[in-house]
Nanobody, 114 residues
């Protein structure tokens, strides 16, 4: 059974940084491409970033390119999202998921506000 648990969210001022983590279990993490998605208040789900199985290939939505960095530690079954220069429009619940799946964890809230 796939289990994903996100953490690391919080309240941060514009220009600040946060590092999100996703603990994965119930599947062979290193065999799967992964992604981060987010959902802002009153909006639909938005894809944020992608990483391949080994971590050598990444992709980003234009809205976060140059500010966010996705990474993974296959030995620890963990996925990360380093978020720098945060903007109010980054406020959302952030989720990790397998690339080809809509199944995700409970999410972690990120609020960017002064």
């Amino acid at each position: 059974q796939v289990r994903l648990v996100e953490s690391g969210g919080g309240l941060v001022q514009p220009g600040g940084s946060l590092r999100l983590s996703c603990a994965a279990s119930g599947f062979t993490f290193s065999f799967y491409e992964m992604k981060w998605v987010r959902q802002a208040p009153g909006k639909g789900l938005e894809w944020v970033s992608y990483i391949n199985e080994g971590g050598s290939s990444t992709m980003y939505a234009d809205s976060v390119k140059g500010r966010f960095t996705i990474s993974r530690d296959n030995a620890k079954n963990k996925l990360y999202l380093q978020m720098n220069n945060l903007k109010p429009e980054d406020t959302a619940v952030y989720y990790c998921a397998q690339w080809g799946s809509n199944s995700r964890g409970p999410g972690t809230q990120v609020t960017v506000s002064s």
